[in-house]
């Protein structure tokens, strides 16, 4: 059982930067793939970057060359950084878990979900 905690949302202009934190309850944080997810009001979840066990990283198109994801196992937590936000990034940030080697891009891969946390852009 793995427990997610999002925390780093807010409200920032377009052109800012954010920082999201994903801390993981157990153990074997170490052995679990992460992910991050977004869903806007009306849209469906949608997947943004995800982190193998052994750091490999992998970004959705939308957000390549802005946003990295990175991990501390150390610390059992996850990192999405998000530079230059535009609007078009406004949703609910989700990390999630999967205890496999490499993660997926689809949301039903994943088996452990956070609550979420907010980020809205204005323009």
């Known amino acids: 059982q793995v427990q997610l905690v999002e925390s780093g949302g807010g409200l920032v202009q377009a052109g800012g930067s954010l920082r999201l934190s994903c801390a993981a309850s157990?153990?074997?944080?170490?052995?679990?793939?992460m992910g991050w997810f977004r869903q806007a009001p009306g849209k469906e979840r949608e997947f943004v970057a995800a982190i193998s066990w052994s750091g490999s990283t992998y970004d959705a198109d939308s957000v390549k060359g802005r946003f990295t994801v990175s991990r501390d196992n150390a610390k059992n937590t996850v990192y999405l950084q998000m530079n230059s936000l535009k609007p078009e990034d406004t949703a609910v940030y989700h990390c999630?878990?999967?205890?496999?080697?490499?993660?997926?891009?689809?949301?039903?891969?994943?088996?452990?979900w956070g609550q979420g946390t907010q980020v809205t852009v204005s323009s």
């Open positions: 999630a878990a999967v205890g496999s080697a490499l993660p997926g891009r689809r949301w039903l891969s994943y088996e452990y």
């Open positions: 157990g153990r074997t944080f170490s052995r679990y793939s």
